[in-house]
Each structure stands twice: as structure tokens, then as C-alpha cells.
């Protein structure tokens, strides 16, 4: 018996769900496995996290755990975060094998780049935060408590606090992919970038003092990168997304 046509499109829809939902899987499970293979070094795993403040904490100081499971839930906690950072080169993986066959050759041409650099810049936003800012910041903080006050701070809240660094600073080293996808868009072209560099410094200037600590020496140490990826992403506008000429409008 012939298929009905009303009933291809339900079937296009369903071959696609269930496309996406093995993709989903696969992507959990790749999570999983790293997670499963991370939890028997949790403890050590973060003591190295809490390396940048343990290592400028005065003689006696150490960080507490305030809450009766603490001391359990915070590393489990850090080897899932872990094991979602390990992993996400194989989620975007999959993401990316589920949306491909959707796009044109050109869009998959941009795309692919794209989708690396924004990985590998989030990568090194954390890295830089992690080696360059928190000592830094940390330093300060010590530096600048109250006389008679001793830094005592709670595991659980120094992983939040850790994490909220390297996702804003991830997100932040972004900035050279914005701009290409908005270039991309139609949103702004290279003269416009190009005029617009003083506010992008004023920008990132303000962002890097709503996010970093209160101490200059981190909102320099954000806002300086940001600056010199937004001239990144200028360049990489100017060579990913030359500008057509009347003859290749038409």
C-alpha cells in the first residue's frame, strides 16, 4: 500500500526525533563515562582546584565544609563539572552530526570553524582565569581583609565561586566568534567593526568590572584579552568574510 502524503512530513518529523534523541544519548553517555572514571580521584581533583587559594592562605587558614555531606557532595560535584568539560568536544560532536545535513556547503564551511574556535576559546578562558586571575585575585582578597578576621571559606562556596570564574571568562573569550557570526548575519560589517573599537573598549572595560573581583588588577587582566580578541575578531572578519563587490551582488 502506497505511503499518503500527508503522512511524510509526520514521518520526516519522527525520523528526526528519534535522530536526535539517539544523538542525545550518545552525548550523555560520553559524559557518563568520563564522569565514572573521574569520581575515584574527586578529592584530588579538587585540591588541585583549590590550589590557587590554599597556596595564599596564611599559616593555620584551610577551607571548611559547613554542611554534614560536604565534604562528599563537592568533590562529586567538581568530577561532574570535570567530566562535562573533558567530554564536550564529543557533545558538540554530536550536536554538530545532528545540524550538519541541514545546512548549505557555504554555511557548513563557516560553521566549522567556528564551532572549534568556539570550544578552544572557552578552554582558554578557563585556563586563564585559572592560572593568571584567581591567584591574583585571591592574593588580593587575603591582602585586604579586616584585621582580626580569619579566611575560612566553605568548599562548597569556593567550588561556586571557581565555576562562575571560568564560565564568565569562557563566555567572555568568546569574542572573536560573536563577531564573526554577527558579521556573518548581516548585523555589522568590517567598517563598522572598525569605527566601533572604542566603545568595544569601553565594553569590555565595564564587563571586566562586573564580573572579575573587586580589584583592578583583574579587571585589567580580562578586559585587556577581550580587547585584543575583538581586534582578532575583526581581522578574522576581514578574512573569513571578504567584502562583495556590486559585480558579485548580483
Not at 581533583?45 to 584551610?62: F, I, K
Not at 583583574?218 to 580587547?227: E, K, R, T
Request: hydrophobic content about 60%.
Amino acid at each position: 500500500m502506497a505511503t499518503e502524503p500527508e503522512s511524510l512530513p509526520e514521518q520526516g518529523l519522527i525520523s528526526h526525533l528519534i535522530e536526535l534523541r539517539s544523538r542525545l544519548l550518545k552525548a550523555c553517555a560520553s559524559v557518563l563515562v568520563v564522569l565514572l572514571a573521574l569520581v575515584p580521584f574527586a578529592n584530588r581533583l579538587y585540591a588541585e582546584l583549590a590550589r590557587p587559594l590554599v597556596a595564599r592562605l596564611p599559616a593555620g587558614a584551610h577551607l571548611i565544609a559547613t554542611e554534614v555531606a560536604g565534604t562528599f557532595v563537592t568533590p562529586l560535584k567538581l568530577a561532574f563539572y570535570a567530566a562535562l568539560f573533558i567530554s564536550m568536544p564529543m557533545v558538540l560532536y554530536q550536536l554538530w552530526a545532528f545540524i550538519s545535513p541541514g545546512l548549505y556547503k557555504h554555511e557548513k564551511r563557516l560553521a566549522r570553524p567556528l564551532l572549534i574556535a568556539a570550544l578552544a576559546l572557552f578552554y582558554l578562558g578557563c585556563a586563564f582565569a585559572y592560572f593568571l586571575v584567581l591567584p591574583a585575585a585571591f592574593r588580593f582578597l587575603i591582602a585586604t581583609k579586616p584585621p582580626g578576621v580569619e579566611m575560612m571559606t566553605d568548599i562548597g562556596h569556593y567550588l561556586d565561586f571557581v565555576m562562575l570564574m571560568f564560565f564568565a571568562f569562557g563566555l567572555c573569550f568568546e569574542v572573536p566568534v560573536v563577531v564573526v557570526v554577527l558579521a556573518a548575519l548581516g548585523v555589522v560589517d568590517h567598517a563598522q567593526l572598525r569605527r566601533g573599537r572604542r566603545y568595544a573598549i569601553v565594553g569590555a572595560f565595564a564587563i571586566a568590572a562586573f564580573i572579575t573581583p573587586p580589584d583592578i588588577t583583574s579587571m585589567i587582566m580580562l578586559a585587556v584579552p577581550m580587547c585584543l580578541l575583538y581586534e582578532i575578531g575583526v581581522l578574522a572578519v576581514r578574512w573569513l568574510l571578504p567584502r562583495r563587490t556590486p559585480a558579485t551582488q548580483g
